[in-house]
């Protein structure tokens, strides 16, 4: 953790690698400002810093530049979107509240609509089953489409933004961060901002600023759920292979349950086949996106980055493996399937989770527990929780409060998605991309009213947030 100096010299990169304007290599050329004039820029204070780049941090970005506010989103891979982008095609889930589309208002409708303007080669509807309670309102996005789609978001509504910046490091005056440092490819660069919020995922701003952080699984059993590597492939009948699975169709984990039989019947037989395979239509002629438990019971710990390294083999190794079942086995539709590629990355469910000044827990979601400081709400299902019961509906609009933002112990600091403030089973619940959309929103909304009125996220009323909310066209 580095400790702010009173003044930051213009050009200040962080202790590591004091570069200044005059060092010629870390200045910007000439073509790049004229390409890319949103570029992150380390000699301002922005109002509001956003770590991350899937939908938490999308709803909190665009919330805040709509709130007025000076806004930077930092994102330590290649392309903005997470789990959207990532998992090819996989459905996300409640950007609306229902199957009906009815509309959640702010940035989920901004984006839906962004996502509409280029039709049915950008988003097909997902799956909408009454009997599945963790998949609805959704669509099936193509990630560049998704891709173009958010780069565009970020100009119209003057954010700045920058790809390959993990951040490796924050910046503190006592127990306040002002600031963030990430890891770019010129070396350590610092920058400063009035609200950091992390969307991270795995709470890394929140867990280098030394907040308390929840790490253990389900906290009945200890079960962790499941990291994906979705893979797409091609060379499909589709209209063959989704007529076969629909045939006396049944869902277990909001999947064909007859299909994932058969899986489990041949993985006993010799196929290095995933405990489960869910199965999606696409924008694609001929591709089906595949979502699956690559690591479903192994219990491990996706904060680690040697985790990671596995997850991301054993997913290829899975992949082809598919390959071969479809083919020797007939699948119909997918007697000639080709493996398309693997997603963007490893993608974990649960990490590190903040315990901020309020944990939700599962009965707040089951039950919809009310509370003063709602900011946003879930819909959606909660999983099966190492198969010990049923997938099952959550309380549908259940409440988010603002107090599960709030770290205990650091000033400046929002943390939304799924590293917010809750138990394993209480984030699982309504975990959905929509969702975390939604939470993200409220943190972007409390950052800019923040840098406004000169305060600290702990010291701003959730009613001015809901108010800014309701003019959004949210509703709580």
């Known amino acids: 953790m580095l400790c702010a100096p009173s003044v930051l010299p213009n050009g200040f990169f962080g ?103 280029w039709g049915p080669d950008a988003s097909i509807p997902g799956k909408r089953s009454p009997k599945s309670p963790g998949s609805g309102g959704n669509l099936d996005v193509h990630p560049e489409y998704l891709k173009k789609v958010l780069f565009d978001l970020f100009e119209q509504y003057k954010i700045d933004y920058q790809l390959y910046s993990p951040v490796v490091d924050v910046v503190k005056e006592g127990a306040t961060l002002t600031g963030v440092v990430v890891g770019a490819k010129e070396g350590r660069v610092t920058y400063r901002g009035r609200t950091i919020i992390d969307a991270t995922g795995d709470g890394d701003v929140a867990y280098l600023a030394g907040c308390a952080m929840a790490t253990e699984g389900d906290e009945i059993s200890g079960w962790r759920p499941p990291v994906t590597v979705a893979w797409a492939v091609c060379n499909v009948d589709c209209d063959r292979l989704f007529a076969w699975l629909d045939q006396g169709i049944e869902l277990d984990r909001h999947q064909y349950k007859a299909f994932n039989e058969l899986i489990n019947d041949y993985r006993d037989k010799g196929y290095h086949l995933p405990n489960w395979i869910g199965l999606n239509r696409t924008t694609v002629p001929g591709v089906v996106s595949i979502n699956s438990g690559t690591s479903l019971n192994l219990r491990l710990d996706c904060s680690k980055s ?26 119909p539709g997918m007697e000639n399937v080709c493996l398309m590629r693997t997603g963007g990355y490893a993608m974990a469910r649960d990490t590190r989770r903040l315990i901020g000044e309020y944990q939700l827990t599962g009965d707040d979601i089951m039950v ?5 400081d709602t900011v946003a709400t879930k819909y959606g299902g909660s999983d099966p929780v190492g198969q010990q019961r049923p997938y099952t509906a959550i309380k549908q609009g259940a409440k988010l409060p603002y107090r599960m933002l709030l770290p205990k112990e650091v000033e400046g600091l929002l943390v939304a998605g799924r590293c917010a403030s809750a138990t394993m089973l209480g984030h699982y619940g309504g975990k959905s991309m929509g969702n975390m959309i939604a939470m993200g929103q409220a943190a972007g909304v409390a950052a800019a009213l923040c840098a406004q ?24």
Do not use: C
Not at 368 to 372: A, I, K, N, P
Not at 466 to 474: I, P, S
């Open 368 to 372: 919809g527990s009310d509370f003063d």
């Open 453 to 476: 009125q000169g305060v600290t996220p702990r010291q701003l009323d959730a009613k001015q947030i809901r108010a800014k909310l309701d003019a959004m066209g949210v509703s709580l």
């Open 306 to 331: 040697e985790t990671l390294t596995l997850m991301e083999k054993m997913a290829i190794d899975q992949a082809l493996e598919f390959i071969r079942f479809a083919r020797e086995k007939k699948i």
């Open 15 to 117: 202790r590591d690698h004091p570069a200044s304007p005059l060092h010629k290599e870390n200045r910007m050329s000439s073509t790049t400002q004229r390409l890319y004039k949103r570029a992150a820029k380390a000699d301002i204070v922005y109002d509001v810093i956003v770590a991350g780049g899937g939908p938490a941090a999308i709803g909190a970005a665009v919330a805040a530049a709509i709130n007025g506010a000076r806004t930077l989103i930092l994102e330590g891979r290649s392309q903005f979107g997470g789990t959207a982008t990532a998992a090819m095609w996989m459905e996300i889930n409640f950007l609306f509240k229902d199957n009906q589309e009815t509309s959640r208002g702010g940035v989920n409708q901004i984006l839906i609509d962004a996502i509409r303007r």
